[in-house]
């Protein structure tokens, strides 16, 4: 039996979206240690860039790229660049996602006469936006590098869902339901390319500080909001993650040789958030 003695993605081509972000510049980073030619996809193209000339300062192999998940078209163009650059995509990373101020509550409960924003407010392109975001900007790209894998050997395809997949939070009810929906089509995938070699897996992220919720967590002063106390009041481990805590789920979901018998699992890393009943 081969253990395996180090994570090595030599050799591999790994594509990530999102990648100007908190956690995906991370992901790139660390795949690129590990050896991975990457393509850092955003559509902030200044982002990717510069997270990929950070890689090519430390020694690894990395190009930013311009890219909408939501555009089929943007997508094709950026597989085409990454093929001349690396060729096939042998793993694929949907990590673009996110909420919008229109699909949110002001208020966790519903209360009659209060005039800030509740459900009943909430717009309908804000909500479609989220969606789409979120779904769409994972099965767009998956439709475009998945053909790149079929057939080939150690090929996987990595979603990014959430803990709001398993339990909703109060006041995101699209990005709630879109995560479930990401959760959903990873199990959906899995079973669809089984035949071909491809797996499917999903992270599911507690909660982590990014730049994208931190104004939610913390005042500008720096103190800890609400939400926050309440947050970590549910997590058992009273703290946020570290990014960095992610990268040994990312490995082994990636890693053949780890998890070749893995596929259509949503693995949550959330400090034991979900375990909490609270009580």
């Known amino acids: 039996m081969e253990i395996p003695k180090k994570t090595d993605f030599k050799g591999k081509t790994v594509v990530i979206?999102?990648?100007g972000g908190v956690l995906c510049s991370m992901f790139?980073?660390?795949m690129a240690a590990a050896g991975a030619k990457t393509a850092l996809l955003d559509i902030n193209e200044k982002s990717?860039?510069?997270?990929?000339?950070?890689i090519k300062a430390d020694g690894g192999i990395a190009e930013g790229y311009a890219c909408n998940v939501l555009e089929k078209d943007s997508i094709e163009q950026a597989h085409t660049e990454i093929?001349?650059?690396f060729g096939a995509c042998d793993i694929l990373i949907n990590g673009a996602g996110g909420n919008n101020p229109r699909a949110t509550t002001d208020l966790e409960y519903f209360v009659p006469g209060e005039e800030r924003k509740s459900f009943f407010d909430?717009?309908?392109?804000?909500i479609e936006f989220v969606f789409r975001l979120n779904y769409m900007g994972s099965f767009l790209p998956t439709q475009v590098f998945a053909k790149d894998m079929i057939g080939k050997k150690g090929c996987s395809i990595i979603n990014i869902s959430s803990m709001n997949a398993f339990t909703p939070l109060t006041k995101i009810?699209?990005?709630?339901?879109?995560?479930a929906a990401v959760s959903n089509y990873?199990?959906?995938?899995?079973?669809?390319?089984?035949?071909?070699g491809i797996r499917c897996n999903a992270?599911?992220?507690?909660?982590f500080v990014t730049g994208q919720n931190e104004k939610l967590l913390f005042q500008e002063d720096g103190t800890p909001t609400e939400r926050t106390e309440k947050i970590l009041r549910s997590t058992p481990m009273e703290r946020f993650g570290k990014p960095e805590e992610l990268l040994g789920t990312l490995f082994y979901l990636c890693d053949e040789k780890a998890s070749g018998f893995v596929n259509g699992v949503v693995i949550p890393v959330d400090g034991g958030f979900s375990a909490y009943s609270g009580v």
């Open 17 to 19: 979206t999102g990648a």
């Open 28 to 30: 790139a980073k660390a």
């Open 48 to 54: 990717a860039r510069a997270a990929a000339e950070e």
């Open 83 to 85: 093929l001349r650059d």
């Open 122 to 126: 909430l717009e309908a392109d804000g």
């Open 173 to 179: 009810p699209a990005y709630s339901g879109a995560k």
């Open 186 to 196: 990873t199990q959906w995938l899995a079973v669809h390319f089984s035949k071909v």
């Open 203 to 207: 992270i599911a992220p507690g909660f």
